[in-house]
């Protein structure tokens, strides 16, 4: 008896993941239109259809794409077998699909709904992202978008930090920064200085050209400030932030550049169809909206 009940446990587990199973494949296809709906209420099998399961019809393309690939990913021929194997397959994939959406899996299950989600939005995004943009649509692109396309400039930055311990004023860190620095004014190495006056650094600055939101990793904002104050040579005054105080070095900068157009053209490309793909889904999302009855409990913004 407890065998019995252990079983049918087991089976009443099993067939809600198989019907989340189905449902998150046949959501995907019925997105890429593979499943079609009836028209006419007729069950007789169309044409261009090899089945019809409870009015939904299986497209004929469908069954001849999955035969392809099954015969590319096969060394064996394609047989009856075969063929009565795959329809039979897309059959049962979509006696599954009808019966989740009849539980209302479609609705609850968060998995599901993510599935169907994402395979309507790649739908209407790749639809959009068919069209291959004409050059001088580019051109006015990457005009408009000049900015978005400028490479920033670059820095590389020496630093000495001297470390404030917890709940210290901080006036000693900020005199062995006056010191180091008069040190350096007066020709001492850079190196030499740190290496004898300054304290270990948790993350180094890396030895080369880093643009400027990189840096900031490093030394923080008002470090980073000081920085952009210097010309290539100078070494700042001291800098005190949140971890120390700091000596800065800009020792090399490139400038911030705007590359040709001709140079780029295959990123302004991609950025062009990207944001065209963009704007289509959010074109789709308010219409969608706008001709549903939404009511929220919190106020909208705008």
Known sequence: ????????????????????????????????????PPSGGQHAVPADAVAVVNGEVLRRDTYERLLAGFESDSRNPIDDEVRLHILDRMIEEELLVQRALALGLASVD???????????????????????????????????????????????????LFRIPYEDDGQNALERARAARAELLAGTPFEEVA???????????????????????????????????????????????GVGVHLLRLTESLPSISPPFDEIEDQVRREYIRRTGDRALRSYLERLRAESDVSTALPQSG
């Open 1 to 36: 008896m407890k065998q019995e009940e252990a079983g049918e446990g087991d089976e009443g587990q099993r067939i809600p993941w198989l019907l989340g199973l189905g449902a998150a494949c046949g959501l995907l296809m019925a997105a890429y239109g593979i499943l079609e």
């Open 195 to 241: 290496e004898r006056l300054g304290d270990e650094e948790i993350s180094p600055l890396p030895n080369t050209l880093l643009p400027a939101m990189k840096l900031r990793e490093y030394i923080g904002p008002t470090a980073l400030g000081a920085v952009m104050e210097l010309e290539t040579g100078e070494t700042s005054l001291p800098v005190r932030s």
């Open 110 to 160: 968060r998995r599901v709904r993510a599935d169907l989600t994402s395979s309507l939005i790649e739908s209407v995004v790749s639809g959009a992202e068919e069209r291959d943009p004409e050059r001088e649509e580019l051109r006015a692109f990457y005009t408009e978008q000049e900015a978005f396309f400028t490479r920033p400039g670059r820095y590389r930055v020496d630093q000495i």
